[in-house]
């Protein structure tokens, strides 16, 4: 990010393109092709964050993680607060998710929730009190139908047909929040205000995004978690389950966070299927959620 | 026809820059949301829908309640109601287009909006509402302007424009009815996953927008010297009165569902609009009391004959049916929706003042268009001579 470049967005970003999309090739330096997408509201390269998942950079054939429906199960016996917040940490560092704090603007990809929010209507008054108090892990459920890519306008959240992610092409959400009130989960958060830094309101703790090679949005735009479909693609596991490994291994646990293909008999996942006792989030709604819970 | 909009007395121009002044201050407050983000109304992750769409909701109904004097008129050949079709499709036009800025002040990227029609999604129940809410604005201006125009030469409107009249009936019940599609369908929202919504928005539509088209009726009779009639407006009196019962009657089904049936998720919606939630002053629970005491109270005035027939009581039950229908749809529907949201948790919403100064420059952008029509509208009707009723 050479100051020379930021310097010409500037230069340019004033005197050609107007003001709204100039604080975001001040504060990164983004290429013009970018500039240029977001200027023009996404339609001119409406593939481009597709084009991101699809062909990463520097991506060696062979290297990238693939399955035919990637799962999740989360072990919450293995979580305490302190791991699950180094889940959401990580995943919150590697997407370069902004923290406003006021709690209307709050947006999350992975969070803990208490159990008889993630289970509403499966609490009663005699229930297991550490149950009461485990720190649950949600996040998007990455469902196998799910209703927000139904309701979606304009296909900018769809289901990858390779492996089930559930993704957002954040450059196409004309922001509607169609997918917001259709989400059975709240798994989605909406940009209210501009994620980025502008000039005294720092959003991220520094100045730059802690992430550079993950893009950062627009105001106006859902997200949610996207199973780390970028690590994925240069062979890295989800940022959270490998933060769960960390942490857990700290602990002496076993680990809490598990992804692995649902398709595949032999993967950890499967054989942790076969050998718990797994509970899905609102099943009955028929989303076919592809995150399991060991309680 | 479009210059008689521009002549007109003082008291016309005053309301004209009236509304022209609320438009601006509204323009100017969008443009605040526009730079800064739609963080600067009440609504949030949880309530991610508020005002804007209410209003959208509400309006949509109104629209449709054009077809409510189209209908009777043109399929039943009830001549007196030639006298104000145009005035119903005119206010369509008017409610239309107020539906269509509603959208677009509550989309998070508005300069993205061509992207429903470069990437059309069927399955989305809002792609098929962009082509129904176009379709009627495009139904109503071409037929509502050949009609009247016809009128004005003293010649009966053209032949080929009957299948775009009988087009608009199916077409106004449509845009509803996808409204409702749009509640209706999605998983995990029991306030509004019912089938009995479509229905309900129907029913609403048609006491809510006829009701208006009186009260508008009214103020034309008063402010210019063409009469819209007094079997016109006692018609539309009877319209009112049946499709308010049927509405107040949906939802007392729905009260039965809910609560006969006694499933949690179900109930939790109506206890929190109707009486709160532990612990939170919801400001909601005197105004959803306040929607069903009007229409009550609209009900009990518009049944006796003796009453709905005097024009005081009649305005009084019309403004009474406003204000209800308006609290229930425009307000209590979509939050009522969202809280408790889906991990039951409660988190109230208010709008912001500059999110009700942008609701009302669009309610202003709405109404100037149905002065300016009703202008032109009542400037024909004079000028062919039909200023009295017979």
């Known amino acids: ?295 | 026809m479009l210059e008689k909009a521009f002549v007109g007395g003082r008291k016309y121009w005053i309301l004209i820059g009236i509304l022209g002044g609320i438009i601006g201050v509204g323009f100017i407050m969008w443009l605040y949301q526009f730079r800064v983000g739609l963080g600067i109304t009440g609504m949030g992750r949880d309530v991610s829908w508020g005002f804007y769409i209410g209003q959208f909701t509400y309006l949509v109904g109104v629209a449709a309640a054009g077809v409510m004097v189209v209908l009777p008129y043109y399929l039943h050949h009830y001549k007196a109601f030639g006298r104000i079709t145009v005035l119903a499709e005119f206010m369509a036009i008017g409610a239309v287009t107020m539906c269509l800025l509603f959208i677009l002040v509550d989309l998070g990227n508005p300069v993205r909006m061509i992207n429903v029609i470069l990437h059309p999604t069927p399955n989305s129940v809002l792609f098929w509402d962009m082509i129904v809410l176009n379709g009627y604005l495009f139904l109503n201006v071409f037929i509502g302007w050949n009609v009247l125009s016809a009128e004005r030469k003293g010649s009966p409107p053209p032949h080929w424009i009957k299948p775009f009249i009988y087009l608009s009936i199916p077409w106004a019940i449509s845009i509803h009815t996808v409204t409702a599609y749009l509640y209706a369908g999605l998983p995990g929202r029991h306030f509004w996953l019912t089938a009995v919504m479509a229905p309900r928005f129907l029913s609403s539509a048609f006491c809510a927008g006829p009701a208006i088209l009186i009260l508008l009726c009214l103020i034309v009779k008063k402010t210019t010297k063409f009469d819209p009639g007094k079997e016109q407006i006692r018609t539309l009196g009877s319209i009112v009165t049946y499709a308010l019962i049927l509405n107040v009657f949906l939802f007392l089904c729905e009260l039965f569902t809910v609560f006969y049936s006694q499933i949690p998720g179900h109930m939790h919606h109506f206890h929190y609009l109707f009486f709160g939630h532990e612990g939170h002053v919801v400001r909601l629970v005197p105004l959803m009391w306040l929607a069903f005491a009007c229409m009550t109270a609209a009900i009990i005035l518009l049944v006796p004959p003796v009453t709905r027939r005097n024009e005081g009581i009649l305005t009084v039950a019309c403004v009474l049916v406003v204000i209800g229908t308006w609290i229930d749809k425009g307000f209590g529907l979509v939050v009522g929706g969202f809280v408790p949201n889906p991990l039951e948790k409660i988190v109230d919403y208010w709008p912001t003042v500059p999110e009700a100064l942008i609701t009302l420059g669009v309610w202003a952008t709405g109404f100037l268009i149905i002065s300016l029509l009703y202008k032109v509208a009542t400037s024909v009707k004079l000028e062919v001579g039909a200023g009295e009723a017979s």
């Open chain 1, 1 to 295: 990010m050479g100051v020379n470049r930021r310097k010409f967005l500037k230069i340019a970003g004033i005197s050609t393109l107007g003001v709204a999309a100039k604080p975001a090739a001040d504060a990164f330096g983004i290429s013009p092709t970018e500039w240029l997408d977001q200027k023009l509201g996404g339609f001119t390269v409406p593939e481009t964050l597709f084009h991101f998942f699809e062909k990463p950079a520097g991506l060696v054939p062979g290297e990238a993680l693939t399955a035919k429906r990637w799962a999740m199960v989360v072990n919450v016996r293995e979580l305490d607060e302190e791991i699950a917040q180094a889940c959401t940490d990580a995943c919150h560092k590697v997407h370069n998710v902004p923290n406003f704090d006021n709690p209307r603007h709050e947006i999350k990809w992975i969070w803990q929730e208490e159990y008889e929010h993630v289970f509403p209507g499966q609490q009663h008054e005699h229930i297991d009190e550490n149950l009461k108090k485990l720190p649950f892990l949600v996040m998007c459920n990455h469902c196998f139908n799910p209703p927000c890519c139904r309701v979606c306008p304009t296909k900018a959240t769809f289901k990858r047909k390779k492996d089930g992610i559930v993704l957002m092409d954040m450059h196409r959400c004309i922001g509607c929040r169609f997918c917001m009130a259709a989400c059975p989960f709240g798994a989605r958060s909406f940009n209210w205000l501009i994620p980025w830094p502008r000039a005294g309101e720092g959003k991220f703790e520094g100045k730059e995004p802690p992430n550079p090679e993950y893009p950062t949005r627009v105001k106006g735009v859902v997200e949610k978690c996207n199973f780390c479909a970028e690590r994925l693609a240069k062979g890295q596991i989800p940022a959270c389950v490998e933060a769960s490994q960390k942490a857990c291994k700290k602990k002496g646990r076993e680990p809490a966070l598990v992804f692995g293909d649902l398709e595949d008999p032999d993967s950890e996942v499967r054989q942790l299927l076969r050998s718990n006792y797994t509970v899905r989030r609102k099943p009955e709604l028929g989303s076919n959620p592809n995150v399991y819970y060991i309680v």
